[in-house]
T-cell receptor
């Protein structure tokens, strides 16, 4: 029962560096999304995807790119890291509508520090 | 956009005490999800409420959605140290209450339970 797997768990970057946060789910969920969690602000949606090949922006998309080439994977790319991107990042997935409940299933997060 | 306000922001209780966490929305709540988060881990789905007046329970945790569907409460009876963590409410933005992979979250309530 892997569920949603995020790697790495921790990462330190210098300003201007780029990197990719990995997210994979093995539940055949159509919907996947990325959130960032900052103290006192809850979770804010960065990007989301309703299926392979389809992505859209969330509330705070600037500085991030995503792609969805397969149902299982939804990587998040930081193009040029800034200290404001220091945060905990969560990937989530959920099944398609038409069911009674479609809660989000979350990974354990990636703690990113940008110096 | 929908905004969710949680209260209190933090709560410290003695083991065995009852407690309530509130989640208030600026708009009608079509689908309200409660999650629990332990430090360093992802979010665990607790319950989802959809209908006005709906109430659900799991072990010692009860969640309610008011008749007007603008406020939800999470009540823990006879709290235990295992209940400690961050509780977050999340709302779907569509009338069907389905997450479609994206929810708007409150800022979270930090619960500490002293043995």
């Amino acid at each position: 029962n892997a569920g949603v797997t995020q790697t790495p768990k921790f990462q330190v970057l210098k300003t201007g560096q780029s990197m990719t946060l990995q997210c994979a789910q093995d539940m055949n969920h159509e919907y996947m999304s990325w959130y960032r969690q900052d103290p006192g602000m809850g979770l804010r949606l960065i990007h989301y995807s309703v299926g392979a090949g389809i992505t859209d922006q969330g509330e705070v998309p600037n500085g991030y790119n995503v792609s969805r080439s397969t149902t299982e994977d939804f990587p998040l790319r930081l193009l040029s890291a800034a200290p404001s991107q220091t945060s905990v990042y969560f990937c989530a997935s959920s099944r398609s509508p038409g069911r009674n409940n479609s809660p989000l299933h979350f990974g354990n997060g990636t703690r990113l520090t940008v110096t | 956009s929908q905004e969710l306000e949680q209260s209190p922001q933090s709560l410290i209780v003695q083991e065995g005490k009852n407690l309530t966490i509130n989640c208030t929305s600026s708009k009608t709540l079509y689908g309200l999800y409660w999650y629990k988060q332990k430090y360093g881990e992802g979010l665990i789905f607790l319950m989802m409420l959809q209908k006005g007046g709906e109430e659900k329970s799991h072990e010692k945790i009860t969640a309610k959605l008011d008749e007007k569907k603008q406020q939800s409460s999470l009540h823990i009876t006879a709290s235990q140290p295992s209940h400690a963590g961050i509780y977050l409410c999340g709302a779907a933005s569509n009338a069907g209450g389905t997450s479609y992979g994206k929810l708007t979250f409150g800022q979270g309530t930090i619960l500490t339970v002293h043995p």
